[in-house]
Structure formats: structure tokens, C-alpha cells
């Protein structure tokens, strides 16, 4: 008869999450990967002054920045999910 998993414990779960977080973002692709790094990056800048600065260097609407981070961040967060759960 098979054994019931036991829950990680925290110090495991945060490592799982660290290794999952890694290769995820080694997935997205070089351009998505850097604009969430500029996107959560530069200090002593707000994130609204960060973030105009980079679609003002992109050259795109600070609409279009926000809906681009908000779509690479959802599949960053349903990959590591997946990859979640399937180490468990």
C-alpha cells in the first residue's frame, strides 16, 4: 500500500519554489527576460517613473509596457506552478 506524501517542509518548499522560479525565467526568451529585470530593476526610481522610462525606451504606450509585463509575470507564475507541482 503506497505511503502518503508528507507537506514539504518551509525550508524545502522555498527551495523547490527558488529552483522552479530559476528555470522558468531561463525559459522566457531573452527580450521578455530582460524587460521584467528593467521592469523590477533600477533603484532610487519609483516603479511608475521606471516604467515610463521603459516604454519611453521601447517606444510603446505605458498601456502597452503594463499589459506585456502583466502577460510575461502570468506566464511566469503558471510555469512555476506547473513545475510545482510537478515535483511534488
Known amino acids: 500500500m503506497p505511503q502518503p506524501q ?10 523547490l519554489e ?3 522560479l530559476e528555470r522558468c525565467i531561463a525559459r522566457l ?4 527576460r530582460a524587460l ?3 521592469d523590477y ?5 519609483t516603479q511608475a ?6 516604454a519611453d525606451e521601447l517606444g510603446i504606450s505605458l498601456n502597452a509596457l503594463r499589459i506585456r509585463v502583466y502577460r510575461i509575470r502570468t506566464a511566469l ?12
Open 6 to 15: 508528507s507537506a514539504p517542509t518551509d525550508s524545502v518548499r522555498a527551495e
Open 18 to 20: 527558488y529552483h522552479c
Open 29 to 32: 526568451s531573452e527580450e521578455d
Open 36 to 38: 521584467l529585470l528593467k
Open 41 to 45: 530593476g533600477a533603484k532610487g526610481q
Open 49 to 54: 517613473e521606471r516604467r515610463k522610462a521603459l
Open 77 to 88: 507564475k503558471e510555469c512555476i506552478e506547473k513545475c510545482i507541482q510537478d515535483s511534488l
